[in-house]
């Protein structure tokens, strides 16, 4: 039984990442708007409501893998180390190259430039964007409210979450906008890395003195 259960497993995985792989292609031909679900479906072989039953959404054919984000982002700052600080364990984990970005290979480099090229010219992408990242800052806000004790109301988390969160969401602009200019490969990673390294230590050290004017 276990081993059946396995086996659809798999297959229900493989199925999805056809569809998703699918719609990826299409949309980067000929962009996300112009694609139907029902288009999908007939291309990847399967019934439109298979497609739904895999992604609730259309947004979600794009954004799918950004459910592991969260769930990657707040283990990894419940497993920190002791003495290690919420802001440092954020900081390592959003600074690590991952996915296309730290591919080394020419078909890499197209398909992250054809993928932000789609999400920059849609508004519906750019959309769900937002709030897939307002979910994202809620669960940190929650994690840091039940770690510090935080009572309801208390702002402090949120103020927090956003702060952490408004570099990941900077990172990912610097990062689309170095793409469009031609960057790619570990180049371009390290570049993310340095501009991470200097928003993150800006954080830790506070703003208080951001911009103070001579007296």
């Given at each position: 039984?276990?081993?059946?259960?396995?086996?659809?497993?798999?297959?229900?995985?493989?199925?999805?990442?056809?569809?998703?792989?699918?719609?990826?292609?299409?949309?980067?031909?000929?962009?996300?708007?112009?694609?139907?679900?029902?288009?999908?479906?007939?291309?990847?072989?399967?019934?439109?409501?298979?497609?739904?039953?895999?992604?609730?959404?259309?947004?979600?054919?794009?954004?799918?893998?950004?459910?592991?984000?969260?769930?990657?982002?707040?283990?990894?700052?419940?497993?920190?180390?002791?003495?290690?600080?919420?802001?440092?364990?954020?900081?390592?984990?959003?600074?690590?190259?991952?996915?296309?970005?730290?591919?080394?290979?020419?078909?890499?480099?197209?398909?992250?430039?054809?993928?932000?090229?789609?999400?920059a010219e849609s508004p519906a992408l750019r959309a769900r964007e937002e709030q897939i990242y307002a979910r994202y800052t809620d669960s940190l806000a929650r994690l840091i409210a039940g770690e510090t004790g935080a009572g309801d109301g208390e702002i402090a988390p949120w103020v927090a979450a956003n702060a952490m969160m408004g570099i990941h969401r900077a990172l990912v602009g610097y990062t689309r906008?170095?793409?469009?200019?031609?960057?790619?490969?570990?180049?371009?990673?390290?570049?993310?890395?340095?501009?991470?390294?200097?928003?993150?230590?800006?954080?830790?050290?506070?703003?208080?003195?951001?911009?103070?004017?001579?007296?």
């Amino acid at each position: 039984m276990g081993r059946q259960a396995g086996l659809r497993e798999r297959k229900k995985q493989q199925t999805r990442e056809a569809i998703a792989e699918t719609a990826r292609r299409l949309f980067s031909q000929r962009g996300f708007e112009r694609v139907t679900v029902a288009e999908i479906a007939r291309e990847a072989g399967v019934a439109e409501t298979t497609v739904f039953n895999y992604f609730p959404t259309k947004e979600d054919l794009v954004y799918w893998r950004m459910e592991s984000f969260e769930d990657e982002l707040l283990a990894t700052l419940r497993k920190r180390a002791p003495g290690e600080s919420v802001v440092v364990a954020f900081g390592r984990f959003v600074s690590e190259p991952r996915g296309l970005i730290a591919a080394d290979d020419p078909e890499a480099r197209d398909r992250l430039a054809a993928i932000t090229r789609m999400i920059a010219e849609s508004p519906a992408l750019r959309a769900r964007e937002e709030q897939i990242y307002a979910r994202y800052t809620d669960s940190l806000a929650r994690l840091i409210a039940g770690e510090t004790g935080a009572g309801d109301g208390e702002i402090a988390p949120w103020v927090a979450a956003n702060a952490m969160m408004g570099i990941h969401r900077a990172l990912v602009g610097y990062t689309r906008r170095r793409i469009v200019a031609g960057a790619a490969g570990p180049r371009l990673a390290g570049d993310v890395r340095a501009q991470a390294m200097r928003a993150l230590a800006l954080l830790d050290e506070g703003l208080g003195d951001l911009a103070r004017r001579p007296s």
